[in-house]
């Protein structure tokens, strides 16, 4: 653990963002939170254990093993899993998760599996492929799954859905409105077929739920969104910061000109120059992208640009205009603004950034000022 190092999380904020998606919804729209990848890199267990308290429907992760370790800190809500792999079916039976299944091959494996344990109606859920192609049946197959559940005791069909392409991007609005109703047309197969039991219908994600709330459907999948980003300037303004990512200085050097700064003697100090080297580093997630000034800290609300290359567990800063001592406060990130800036600076996105950092990072609750 690097623990001069933390990842804060800030449990109002996530409250804050779950009412507002939740002010957006119908009443009766259940909500699903997205907490795979250690919830968006932060921390799964912590996350679950607040969304517990708010009384979210459901709970979804990537893989089984994610799904095992929150059932073994006690967390009792529904999980899907959204793309268990077979050999892991026992596993995930034995921790009651619920599998998305996606293939023939997965649906039918799982229903022997269910039988020869004689399980009594396991939740499972179905994915549709209506244009992400990524994973899911393909539209056509419908009729054929309900021929393949029909009077199956072993199993219930819990919920149905699909993932849209382009849900952010407006410009390609056509295709994203394909997609739902190429969803209602399965809905509607579904609707009328004599399964008795009405599985629950879903599409959005977050960027779904800001601009297509007509096709919100029995669920939405809550994920990016609870971490304060919307994908969209003026909706991320209107949630608040989940993360903040904190180190401290561990020593400041004075260097004269001529000397250098870090491997391969990048950075070479032209006038005299004061220098304060965090314990935080690539292999913490802050990218060597951002090294030789490309980004910075603050330290007592004042930017200290990062020199020379970041290396695996440190980084240098230049603090020659701040007034700082070994020990202090060093901010990485407190703001969506600056997670964005710097996962501009990285050419990536800030779903990217925050599941780079890594597990050495100690993850703590943020601690309430008025207390
Ligand atoms: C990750 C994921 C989501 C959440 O997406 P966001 O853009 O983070 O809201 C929803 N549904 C599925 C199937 C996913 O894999």
């Known amino acids: ?16 963002n779950l009412t507002y998606f939740k002010s957006k919804l119908k009443k009766d729209t259940l909500i699903l939170v997205v907490i795979k990848a250690f ?20 709970l979804a992760v990537a893989y089984t093993e994610e799904g095992v370790v929150l059932r073994k800190a006690g967390i009792n809500l529904p999980i899907i899993v959204l793309h268990p792999q077979i050999q892991n079916f026992k596993i995930l039976i034995q921790n009651y998760l619920e599998p998305n299944l996606y293939t023939k091959k997965t649906l039918l494996q799982f229903i022997d599996i269910a039988n020869s344990l004689k399980l009594k109606k396991y939740p499972i859920h179905i994915k549709f492929n209506t244009g992400l192609n990524r994973l899911g049946f393909k539209t056509s197959d419908v009729s054929e799954i309900i021929m393949i559940l029909k009077n199956k005791n072993t199993i219930a069909l819990k919920s149905v859905f699909s993932h849209l392409a382009a849900s952010e991007d407006l410009n390609e609005k056509v295709f994203t409105e394909n997609q739902i109703t190429s969803f209602k047309e399965i809905k509607k197969k579904f609707d009328a077929s004599t399964n008795p039991n009405k599985p629950i219908f879903h599409l959005l994600n977050t960027s ?13 999948r809550l994920g990016i969104g609870i971490y304060g980003f919307a994908n969209e300037d003026k909706i991320t303004k209107k949630l608040q910061n989940v993360l903040c990512l904190k180190s401290i200085i561990s020593q400041i050097h004075i260097l004269k000109k001529g000397e250098t700064v870090g491997y391969n003697r990048i950075f070479k100090i032209t006038q005299l120059t004061k220098i304060a080297t965090i314990p935080i580093g690539h292999a913490d997630g802050v990218s060597r992208q951002l090294g030789n ?37 060093v901010v990485v990130f407190d703001s969506q603004k600056k997670i964005i800036e710097m996962s501009k600076t990285m050419n990536t996105i800030p779903y990217e950034l925050l599941t780079m950092i890594s597990q050495r990072v100690n993850r703590v609750l943020k601690k309430n000022k008025y207390i």
């Open 293 to 329: 000034k490309k980004s910075y800290v603050t330290i007592h609300n004042q930017k200290a640009y990062i020199i020379g290359n970041v290396c695996m567990d440190i980084l240098m800063v230049d603090v020659t205009t701040i007034n700082c001592q070994e020990g202090d406060i």
């Open 1 to 16: 653990m690097n623990n001069a190092t933390i990842l804060e999380i800030d449990k109002s904020a996530i409250q804050h």
């Open 208 to 220: 779904g739920i800001v601009n297509y709330l007509e096709a919100q459907f029995d669920m939405v």
């Open 39 to 58: 919830a968006y890199g932060s921390d799964a267990i912590i996350l679950a254990n607040i969304l517990k308290k708010e009384k979210v429907d459901y």
